[in-house]
């Protein structure tokens, strides 16, 4: 490992590349002993705001982003951390709704980084990459300030980096199998693991779960003493209508029912978010009294989740969604087929290397007319030629196509999706997806959204 630079930095590329000789994301030694002493010799500035902490496998960081904009229709100052970034790591870290700009992001690593060479000095393993943005978003958080950080866990939750804040509010997103080597290979494993997020008389928002899964949160629920409010019982989506640019949903949440609030998302797992957000921001303001129809019309409104089945291109269309596992790939296909009536779809995939690419492209396999597998430029992406070997073995021969180079991938795709063979109420159109690094460079190449 390279040894951090100890002078200031004066650009955000050379707080990036700090940051980046740190242990990678995927370099994991599971205690919070290191983030503990750093957010103590900062003078424990994640005390100095309330919280909301969401775990799970999908949908979290769309979840935060709904529950942010409906904190900040209540004039509340937030803050929010999300992981990982899809295009800038400064994504990261965002105050009021925004992410925020090369000079707070300098600035943050500057006030932190004298004390992370305290922290490594004296602890068995050196902060990691993980560690130390984690400290700088508590920290900017405290400088802003905040009324209250929205706070998603970067892979777990006992351990994880986050967790050394007491949340007044637990969320928990639908939980499925995923970082198995790190999480465990059981549901009730992996539940165990982010069960820890729970603290002692909190509120557990909890999204429908597997049986397993919500056995185990509930034991810890009641261990905590926290509250429990469950997605189906206590709130959840009534009805949902697919709409021009999104969808109409008619919500049921803690304190009062919501009919026919239009979110510009797609897809009934977005819905699902919605009502998530929803509940935990009314457990988090408490009392009796619904949040108020304006409030949650003009937060839902104004909700977006980039790299999560957005439209960046048209003709053809290219949509870009950020699913990585199985269970992700099964909401994603269940989306298309709900809000949009593609023909031909083809798909472009590039993954990770430890991701499950069989469940993955099976549950994709019926939805695709084509499939142009891909790599991204990481170093953790499976070569696109191992890829293929899966890809032709649930797709064929005939409909897989091999381009290791992302930007080839898409032009192969788009044209494929140009061809005729839809009907003629149907346009083709071509799907990104696999992995948020792989999103991410391909909104780069497109130029964002459209």
Known sequence: MNEPVARPAETFAEAEDALLSRWPETRLEPSLDRIAAFVEVLGD???????????????????????????RALDLRTGRFTSPHVEKMS???????????????????NDVAPYTHLVDADQPHPLSFFETVVGMAYAAF?????????VEVG??????????????????????????????????????????IIKP???????????????????????????????????????????????????????????????????????QNAALALAAVEAFVGGDEPLGDDVVRGAFAEATSPGRLEVVR??????LDAAHNPAGAEATAAALEDSFHFAPLVGVVGLMGDKDAEGLLAAFEPHLSHLVVTQNSTSRALPADELAVTAR?????????????????????????????????????????????????????????K
């Open 45 to 71: 500035p994640h005390r100095a705001y309330r919280s909301i902490h969401l775990t799970g496998t999908n949908g979290k960081t769309s979840t935060s982003r709904m529950i942010d904009a409906l904190l």
């Open 91 to 109: 994504e990261r870290i965002s105050i009021d709704g925004e992410p925020v700009d090369d000079e707070t992001f300098v600035r943050a690593f």
């Open 142 to 150: 405290a400088d802003a300030p905040v009324d209250v950080a929205v």
């Open 155 to 196: 892979m777990g939750g006992s351990w994880d980096a986050t967790n050394v804040i007491d949340a007044d509010v637990a969320v928990v997103t639908p939980v499925a199998i995923d970082h198995a080597q790190y999480l465990g290979d059981s549901l009730a494993a992996i539940a165990r693991e982010k069960a820890g």
């Open 201 to 271: 008389g909190s509120t557990v928002v909890m999204a429908h779960q597997a049986r397993e899964v919500a056995e185990v949160m509930l034991e810890r629920a009641a261990e905590a003493g926290a509250t429990v409010a469950r997605e189906g019982l206590e709130f959840g989506v009534v009805d949902r209508v697919s709409a021009v640019g999104g969808q109409a949903v008619t919500l049921q949440g803690l304190r009062g029912r919501y009919d026919e609030v239009f979110l510009p998302l797609y897809g009934a797992h977005q819905a």
């Open 314 to 319: 048209r003709s053809p269309t290219i949509v």
């Open 393 to 449: 073995e649930i797709f064929g021969e005939e409909r897989v196509t091999v381009a290791p180079r992302l930007a080839d991938a898409i032009d192969i795709a788009a044209a494929l999706a140009e061809e005729p063979g839809g009907d003629s109420l149907s346009s083709g159109a071509v799907l990104v997806t696999g992995s948020v690094v792989t999103v991410g460079e391909a909104r780069l190449l497109l130029g964002g959204a």
